[in-house]
Structure formats: structure tokens, C-alpha cells
């Protein structure tokens, strides 16, 4: 049997004693000294090597390790839960003068050997991949959200380089220290949220759009796509955000959130074409189907209906002689239009499983229409 490796069993024994939850602070620090002295090895600078791609003596060790389990123990107070120490070092150190660098991990020194100070400005558009790939680390490590924020001139051309200089002052100005300000090759501006959902990043897109309007002159629309963890890939936000931004400019709300598409069946677009009635327990009244699937569709609707509530969704089928469909739906969600509070609405419905054959007639028969060319 072939004999163990002995940096293998020393790198075990320290990995039981971090990924343990009892032991914290100087009670840790004590339990890895203790490896040490089994194993004949500088136990913290070795405990601090195996987590972390950095070399410290013993005592700047021992030093390092107290400062993490202090930061450990306000990101629990933060979080309500123990991120552990691995996720305390790297939010410790990767703020901390920027010790920890993407994808190198140490501070390079300038002639003079004193260490470069990281660059206050925002960040150029050359250096946007680098950004998007430190925050999606980030995200992933920390299990939080990120948002990702596009925001494109209306008009057909980018600003000046002096428009584009004043935004990028203007964005950051208005964002927080922890955000990343950035701008594309193409004009746009984007800007990088971390610990924040679609919602709050919404409202931060509408702050953003405010600053870089005075700033610019220009008007501004905004796409903003968010996720958590590892799904929080910040170059799939930032394609899904270009698409929530074309939404924006569509339905002229200025900013659009970017939303996963929640249905199985594909959508077929339905606008005007086909006549449409709402009935529900508070009466009957004309609607606008703007799209259709076999599970359901969304609506436009002159008042707003209740999240829930049973209604029946009455059809005009688009022929010379147009067969009518009563299908009962639920209400699944409804929201504001392009106006907050004022007509119309929207709202999304799902149509009940013995509605399933009525639909499939009505898609169709919108089938049918499109490739005949039927306006």
C-alpha cells in the first residue's frame, strides 16, 4: 500500500479544523497551531496557502487569520447565517487594497516599490470583460445577487467622447462604492450591481438614467437583468439586459426588467387582429390579447383584474366566418402598463386543462392566417 503523502495529510487535517463551525476566532487559531506541531509545519501560514493563492510569515499568518475570523463574524451578523471561512477571506481580502486581484492575485508594484492604488475611475471599456468576470466570481462565491444594468442612448448615435466622459462621471457619482460602472464599445453604458435583485436594480435604473440626462442632455433607456450564485453569469445578464432594454424602447416605459420566459409553449403574437373579451365576476369588458400560447397570454386590459381570480377569456376566431372560444383562465399576475396606475393594464393568465383543445384550435386557425399573409 503506497504510503500517504505528508502535505496531503497536512492539508486534511487543517481543512477539518476550517470547515468546522464550532471553532472561531482564537479557539481556530489555537486548534490549527495544534496541527502544526503534529506535522513539524508553520500551521497558519500553511492553513491561509491552502485557501488562498498568497504566502504571509507565521506572524503576518496568525495576524491574517484574526482579521478573517472578525470580518467572518460580521458577515454572519449581516447575513443571519455563518458563510464560513474560505467566503470571509476572499470578501475580506479582495476589498482589502485590492490584495486579491482578477486573475492575478497580487498588487504589481509600480518603480518607485510602492503599491499601485487602484484606479478610481470608471471603468473603460476595455477593461469591461475583466469586470464582468470579477463580478460573476464574486456572485458565485458570496451566493448573493447581481444586477446588470444596460443603458443605451435614444438618440441613433452614441455621445461625443466628452458625452461619454461627463456620463460615465455622472454614473458614478450616482452609484454606490461597490458598483461597476462601465462603458461599451458601442456607447451604451453598463453598470454592475452586486447584492442587488431585478426590482431594486429597476430603481437604480431609473436613478441612472436621471444622472446621466443631466449630465448628457441625452435621454436614456434601460435594460436590467438580475440573478443569484451561480446563475448570476454576468455576460448572460448583460445579453439578457440588451433584450429587457429593446422592451424598454418598445412599450416607451424608459427601463424594462428582464424576465425568464415562464411558459412551455412557444408564443404566437395576436395584437388587434382577433377580438377579445374579459369576463370576470365584476363584469365584462374589451381587451387586447397580445400574445398566445397553448398554457396562456397575456393581456391588456382597461382595468386592472385580481392576481388569482377565476375568468373567462372570450375569442373571435380571425375568419370569413370567425368561430367563437370561451376559455376559462386564471389570473396568474398582473402589473401596470407603460403608465403606473392608468390605463391599461396587463395582466398574464393560464387557461384551465380542459381548455387545452379549444386553444389549440384557435392557434391554429392564427396559423393558418399568418402563412396565408391574412392581416
Do not use: W
Request: charged residues 25%; hydrophobic residues 40%; positive net charge.
Amino acid at each position: 500500500m503506497a504510503s500517504r503523502d505528508p502535505q496531503d495529510a497536512v492539508q486534511d487535517d487543517i481543512r477539518k479544523v476550517l470547515d468546522g463551525r464550532v471553532l472561531r476566532g482564537d479557539r481556530l487559531i489555537e486548534a490549527i497551531s495544534l496541527v502544526g506541531l503534529t506535522h513539524s509545519v508553520e500551521p497558519l501560514r500553511a492553513a491561509l496557502s491552502f485557501v488562498l493563492p498568497m504566502d504571509f510569515t507565521e506572524p503576518e499568518a496568525r495576524d491574517t487569520l484574526a482579521g478573517i475570523e472578525s470580518h467572518r463574524g460580521e458577515m454572519e451578523a449581516l447575513l443571519g447565517r455563518d458563510p464560513g471561512f474560505t467566503v470571509a477571506a476572499f470578501d475580506l481580502l479582495y476589498e482589502k487594497e485590492r490584495t486579491l486581484r482578477d486573475p492575478v492575485f497580487r498588487d504589481r508594484r509600480s518603480p518607485a516599490g510602492d503599491a499601485a492604488a487602484p484606479d478610481p475611475r470608471p471603468q473603460p471599456a476595455d477593461r469591461l470583460e475583466d469586470v464582468l468576470r470579477r463580478e460573476t466570481r464574486r456572485a458565485e462565491r458570496s451566493d448573493r445577487s447581481l444586477a446588470v444594468v444596460v443603458l443605451s442612448p435614444d438618440g441613433a448615435a452614441a455621445p461625443a467622447t466628452r458625452g461619454m466622459e461627463a456620463g460615465l462621471v455622472a454614473l458614478r457619482d450616482s452609484a454606490r462604492d461597490v458598483d461597476s460602472v462601465a462603458a461599451a464599445k458601442n456607447g451604451d453604458f453598463v453598470v454592475l450591481l452586486p447584492c442587488t435583485g431585478g426590482r431594486e436594480g429597476l430603481r437604480a435604473a431609473d436613478r441612472l438614467r436621471r444622472a446621466l440626462l443631466a449630465s448628457t442632455g441625452s435621454s436614456f433607456s434601460a435594460g436590467v437583468a438580475a440573478a443569484s450564485g451561480r446563475a448570476a453569469d454576468a455576460h448572460v445578464l448583460m445579453r439578457c439586459a440588451r433584450r429587457a432594454l429593446h422592451e424598454a424602447r418598445g412599450s416607451g416605459s424608459g427601463a424594462a426588467l428582464h424576465r425568464l420566459e415562464r411558459r412551455a409553449h412557444s408564443r404566437i403574437l395576436v395584437g388587434t387582429s382577433v377580438p377579445a373579451r374579459l369576463r370576470s365576476a365584476g363584469g365584462e369588458s374589451e381587451i387586447v390579447v397580445e400574445d398566445l400560447s397553448l398554457g396562456g397570454a397575456l393581456l391588456s386590459t382597461p382595468h386592472r383584474v385580481t392576481p388569482g381570480g377565476e375568468v373567462v377569456l372570450a375569442l373571435r376566431g380571425p375568419s370569413t366566418r370567425p368561430a367563437g372560444f370561451l376559455l376559462p383562465s386564471r389570473v396568474l399576475r398582473a402589473q401596470d402598463g407603460p403608465t403606473p396606475g392608468q390605463t391599461p393594464y396587463r395582466a398574464a393568465i393560464g387557461f384551465s386543462p380542459d381548455a387545452r383543445l379549444r386553444v389549440a384550435a384557435v392557434l391554429a386557425t392564427l396559423r393558418a392566417r399568418d402563412q396565408a399573409g391574412m392581416p
